[in-house]
């Protein structure tokens, strides 16, 4: 009977090591998480083992070295999930773990559960790594398009405080509260662009169709035609006549646009003006320190140390304004200061998050102090989306109303001229 030298880590978080005599690596797997414990390395006895499953699992996908390498990359890369789709996968494998199932049953069974997002060959090929020795956190490593830099390091702390099933549902909570934060923004703005489009429509179809023709009543005629009506019949002009220059022109500052926002003064120029910019500033803000706040004080409630946890929160801001701000926070917090000094100093930070921050420090509870830091500004945020979803449904309202008055005043000034000529 071939042996096996395990290492594994009991709920605890106590190491333990041991050997077994069973048949293969698979069953030493079992037989490891059938005693309670979280394996964290086996190896066999006999070399070569780790080889051959390699070598046969690379026998099994071979056939994909067959088709062309454009259908390779196609099929090797996954779509980058939604935080929604993230989160039902975490807290479904979390209740699996929860129920008492060994990690490698708990990764097959999730095969076969509706995982909208992730596909069914993610957690196979996790069941696989696992059953020949690797760490879960190891495993999703493989997988960056699925698994961020958060997930794995709050996966990787997880298996070594032996709470995994806890930090899968903080992590859940954490990416649920994202999907939200995220919904709320994409349902404040769904009106206002649903608006905006169909004005602009309705505005071009008049410009390019029905004016031309209402105009063609007034040829032949020896009447003026007022200053707001040739204004008008100049822009009808320019769109009928001209619409190929205005989509090139169009597309030329869309082009330019994004050239600039690709370089580095580009991208911090406009996101500067994201932070700044009227009625919108706010609330942009308000979301850029609550996701900060999140997803440092999850990162550090769960183990992770201070200089991982910034660096990891760091690639998770899309902001690169906040994003250099953390970076020289990292710096002088390797000096050996505090996180609360630096803040401040960045002169980005809000000073009630400083304070909050420093209060967490002095009771030796920063996670809790981020924690209320993120639930102030998530309450703020959403008061302030609900302003500002308030503020421009009667803005859109005024512009329509404004350019719509300005075709009606138009086309009837243009008329009463007609009359006015006919009366004489």
């Not at 039902?88 to 097959?108: C, D, H, R």
């Not at 031309?212 to 008008?232: A, D, R, Y």
């Given at each position: 009977m071939p042996q096996f030298s395990y290492k594994a880590r009991r709920r605890t978080g106590e190491v333990v090591e041991g050997i077994l005599d069973v048949a293969d690596r698979s069953a030493a797997l079992m037989q490891i998480e059938r005693l309670g414990l979280f394996?964290?390395?086996?190896?066999?006895?006999?070399?070569?083992?780790?080889?051959?499953?390699?070598?046969?699992?690379?026998?099994?996908?071979?056939?994909?070295?067959?088709?062309?390498?454009?259908?390779?990359?196609?099929?090797?890369?996954?779509?980058?999930?939604?935080?929604?789709?993230?989160?039902?996968?975490?807290?479904?494998?979390?209740?699996?773990?929860?129920?008492?199932?060994?990690?490698?049953?708990?990764?097959?069974?999730?095969?076969?559960?509706?995982?909208?997002?992730?596909?069914?060959?993610?957690?196979?090929?996790?069941?696989q790594d696992v059953m020949e020795g690797r760490s879960l956190s190891d495993s999703m490593s493989k997988q960056p398009r699925i698994f961020s830099d958060l997930y794995i390091n709050m996966v990787k702390a997880g298996e070594s405080s032996g709470a995994l099933v806890e930090v899968l549902r903080r992590m859940a909570d954490h990416f649920e509260r994202f999907a939200q934060v995220q919904a709320k923004f994409t349902s404040a703005l769904i009106y206002p662009a649903f608006v905006a489009v169909?004005?602009?429509?309705?505005?071009?179809?008049?410009?390019?169709?029905?004016?031309?023709?209402?105009?063609?009543?007034?040829?032949?005629?020896?009447?003026?035609?007022?200053?707001?009506?040739?204004?008008?019949?100049?822009?009808?002009?320019?769109?009928?006549g001209y619409w190929w220059l205005i989509v090139a022109v169009l597309l030329a500052l869309v082009i330019m646009f994004k050239r600039f926002q690709a370089t580095p003064e580009g991208r911090r120029r406009i996101d500067q003006w994201k932070m700044g910019a009227p009625l919108f500033g706010k609330v942009i803000k308000l979301n850029l320190f609550g996701q900060f706040a999140r997803t440092l004080s999850t990162l550090l409630e769960n183990g992770v140390?201070?200089?991982t946890a910034l660096k990891i929160t760091e690639q998770v801001i899309p902001n690169i304004v906040v994003r250099e701000a953390i970076a020289k926070t990292r710096e002088e917090v390797t000096d050996g200061k505090t996180i609360a000094q630096p803040l401040a100093r960045s002169k980005v930070f809000p000073q009630?998050?400083?304070?909050?921050?420093?209060?967490?420090e002095d009771t030796g509870d920063v996670p809790g102090a981020l924690k209320n830091v993120a639930d102030t500004y998530e309450s703020e945020l959403a008061i302030a989306l609900r302003v500002l979803t308030n503020m421009i449904e009667p803005v859109m309202i005024i512009v329509m109303a404004l350019g719509v008055g300005f075709l009606l005043l138009a086309v009837l000034s243009a008329m009463f001229a007609i009359t006015a000529n006919i009366a004489r």
């Open positions: 394996p964290v390395a086996v190896e066999s006895a006999k070399a070569g083992v780790m080889a051959i499953s390699g070598s046969s699992r690379r026998q099994r996908t071979n056939w994909k070295a067959l088709l062309p390498p454009t259908f390779q990359t196609a099929l090797s890369q996954k779509r980058k999930p939604k935080l929604q789709e993230l989160a039902t996968f975490t807290q479904q494998l979390a209740n699996l773990l929860q129920s008492g199932m060994p990690l490698t049953v708990a990764l097959n069974s999730m095969t076969h559960l509706e995982s909208r997002g992730i596909p069914a060959d993610v957690s196979r090929e996790l069941r169909v004005g602009i429509g309705i505005m071009f179809f008049f410009m390019t169709y029905m004016l031309p023709k209402f105009l063609s009543i007034f040829e032949g005629m020896s009447v003026e035609l007022p200053l707001m009506t040739q204004i008008l019949v100049g822009i009808s002009d320019l769109f009928s140390p201070v200089l009630l998050m400083v304070d909050l921050v420093k209060i967490g």
